[in-house]
């Protein structure tokens, strides 16, 4: 069972340049999430999926896009990459408990991301 | 919206303890720790619900206060395997999680 997989695990770019995160969990989740941490800012939402087919914007949105067309799988784009956009980014998942809200997040081993 | 926590930082001698504050502007409908190692993924640490139920993790044991939309993490008789960074997430009825900025503890032998 490997829980949530990030690939790669680290990239550099250049600045203008384009990519794709990609993000896969195996546990049947309805949940995805993109978040990036960066120093003394903790983890910023970007995205995230309450299913297959649907996205919504999270806290910082801007300079990416995200796409869940199957429930397994949750990608994180970057059209044109900027410097600010240095970070690591974690997926996470989780399962749907609407009653208590009650689901814990299971988190990727991160992507480390350089744009220079 | 982000919690808040405080303090920044804690610096622990082995057996010590300490508290690590979370609060938010908005109504909560549940709250969740996470420690994250250095260079590792977050780990789940635990939820707390509305109606103040406290649920714990070894001798790192938590508390949600509703009305004033605060939780508080305890960390007692502090072990060198408690050192990392302590986030709390704050979720409404948006499914949304939003983390504060972290806590990082350090305890020291």
């Known amino acids: 069972n490997a829980g949530v997989t990030q690939t790669p695990k680290f990239r550099v770019l250049k600045t203008g340049q384009s990519m794709t995160l990609l993000c896969a969990q195996d546990?049947?989740?309805?949940?995805m999430y993109w978040y990036r941490q960066d120093p003394g800012m903790g983890l910023r939402l970007i995205h995230y999926?309450?299913?297959?087919?649907?996205?919504a914007k999270g806290e910082v949105p801007d300079g990416y896009n995200v796409s869940r067309l199957k429930k397994q799988n949750f990608l994180l784009g970057l059209e044109s990459a900027a410097p600010s956009q240095t970070s690591v980014y974690f997926c996470?998942?989780?399962?749907?408990?609407?009653?208590?809200?009650?689901?814990?997040?299971?988190f990727g081993n991160g992507t480390r991301l350089t744009v220079t | 919206q982000q919690p808040v926590q405080s303090p920044q930082a804690v610096i622990l001698r082995e057996g010590e303890d300490a508290v690590i504050n979370c609060s938010s502007s908005?109504?909560?409908?549940?709250v969740h720790w996470y420690r994250q190692k250095h260079g590792e993924a977050p780990v789940f640490l635990m939820i707390?619900?509305?109606?103040?139920e406290q649920k714990g993790h070894e001798k790192i044991s938590a508390s949600f206060n509703e009305k004033k939309q605060q939780s508080s993490l305890y960390l007692t008789a502090s072990q060198l395997s408690y050192s990392g960074t302590y986030f709390c997430?704050?979720?409404?009825?948006?499914?949304?999680?939003?983390f504060g900025a972290g806590t990082t503890v350090t305890v020291r032998a």
């Open positions: 996470a998942s989780s399962y749907i408990d609407r009653s208590s809200y009650n689901s814990p997040l299971h």
């Open positions: 546990m049947n989740h309805e949940y």
């Open positions: 999926s309450v299913g297959e087919g649907t996205t």
């Open positions: 908005k109504a909560l409908y549940s």
């Open positions: 707390l619900l509305k109606g103040g």
């Open positions: 997430g704050t979720l409404f009825n948006d499914y949304k999680l939003s």
